[in-house]
């Protein structure tokens, strides 16, 4: 098949682009480098495919319709994986406006291309902030949303409806997946197993917020990958899926597991919850196993111990 994969030299895109091209699709990247976080990271994280044959590379922002439309003309994909955003929940807090556009806009003109270029398949990269708030656990896709905390978690709902609109209104069969809490090798170094991780590398003291007792349902990269592959297969007219572990981890615990994994223990400094963080995610994956088969494989302490060793391997120059 011929892919186009919007941010497909980030963290998750990275990961998906070499499963994709493993199993000889060609795959079409756009993504603007953007300096959220350190382009170099990016293209180093695309680097052992990038004279591959079948990749072509667009460096391209998706708020550049012109940009985009090039983009499409040149890789005629017939499926989309819209991975391309902003995706630090926290900055969105202050930049809102900023998020909302890349999201919101951002979408709508892949939507738009996809519509335009005939495309077979859109997939769509949410995320479990969607549930802001929700106080059922574990989260299932046809739960109530409506107490969202975040632009960003706002910012992805507002993806989603945006795809149920091209689903319904232009026959655009779109699969929204909600991405739990990604980690593994590569994974931003905004995100929380990456920060403790170097920060107790360095001996400095953890940021620990509230009790401990916030839990998130981390979800090691490849077994996203599994699910993103797995969604290609079945086209649905219009559906949402969760993606996540399904064994929600603690803060306490995930600091008391990477300390075990690194040999130290971290000196905490507590602090009061953040602003737009959610008490917890936990997926329920029920429809995710009986639609794609997802069965996650790998444990949460394990996929620590393959960052720990992918970090030391490569990123120790922090
Ligand atoms: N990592 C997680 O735990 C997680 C959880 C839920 C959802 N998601 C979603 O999965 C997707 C990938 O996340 P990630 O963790 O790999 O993030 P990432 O920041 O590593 O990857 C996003 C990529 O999009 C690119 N990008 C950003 N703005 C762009 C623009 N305007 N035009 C073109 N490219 C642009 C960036 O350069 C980057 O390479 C995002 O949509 C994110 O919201 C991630």
């Given amino acids: 098949?011929?892919?186009?994969?919007?941010?497909?030299a980030g963290f998750i895109g990275s990961h998906l682009v070499e499963r994709l091209l493993r199993a000889d699709h060609d795959v079409a990247v756009v993504d603007n480098f953007d300096p959220f976080y350190e382009p170099r990271r990016k293209r180093r994280n695309l680097a052992a495919v990038r004279d591959h044959a079948r990749l072509q590379l667009h460096e391209a922002d998706i708020l550049d319709a012109a940009a985009l439309q090039r983009a499409f003309q040149a890789a005629k994909p017939e499926r989309v994986i819209h991975l391309a955003a902003r995706a630090n929940a926290r900055?969105?807090?202050?930049?809102?406006?900023a998020y909302a556009r890349v999201l919101g806009e951002g979408t709508i003109n892949v939507l738009e291309q996809a519509r335009e270029n005939g495309v077979e398949q859109f997939i769509l990269g949410s995320s479990s902030s969607v549930?802001?708030?929700?106080?059922?656990?574990?989260?299932?896709?046809?739960?109530?949303?409506?107490?969202?905390?975040?632009?960003?978690?706002?910012?992805?709902?507002?993806?989603?409806?945006?795809?149920?609109v091209y689903a319904h209104t232009y026959g655009l069969p779109v699969t929204c997946l909600r991405f739990f809490n990604v980690h593994g090798p590569r994974q931003r170094p905004d995100l929380a197993v990456y920060t403790?991780?170097?920060l107790l590398?360095?001996?400095?003291?953890?940021?620990?917020?509230?009790?401990?007792?916030?839990g998130r349902d981390y979800t090691y990269i490849d077994d996203i990958i599994d699910g993103v592959e797995a969604a290609l297969h079945t086209v649905f007219p219009f559906k949402i899926i969760n993606l996540g572990g399904n064994h929600p981890v603690l803060l306490r615990d995930m600091v008391a597991t990477i300390e075990s994994e690194l040999?130290?223990?971290?000196e905490?400094?507590?602090l009061p919850p953040q602003a737009g963080d959610v008490p917890r995610t936990f997926a329920d994956i029920s429809r995710a196993e009986r639609l794609l088969g997802f069965a996650p494989q790998v444990p949460f302490a394990e996929g620590v111990r393959r960052f720990v060793e992918w970090y030391k391997r490569e990123v120790l120059d922090d």
């Fill in 201 to 214: 590398l360095r001996n400095e003291p953890v940021p620990f917020y509230g009790d401990g007792s916030s």
């Fill in 268 to 270: 905490r400094i507590v």
């Fill in 1 to 8: 098949m011929r892919i186009l994969v919007t941010g497909g």
């Fill in 263 to 266: 040999g130290v223990t971290a």
């Fill in 91 to 97: 900055l969105a807090l202050r930049e809102p406006a």
């Fill in 196 to 198: 403790f991780v170097r």
């Fill in 131 to 164: 549930y802001g708030l929700n106080a059922k656990v574990p989260f299932a896709e046809d739960d109530p949303i409506g107490t969202t905390i975040s632009p960003y978690a706002a910012g992805k709902r507002a993806a989603e409806l945006y795809g149920h």
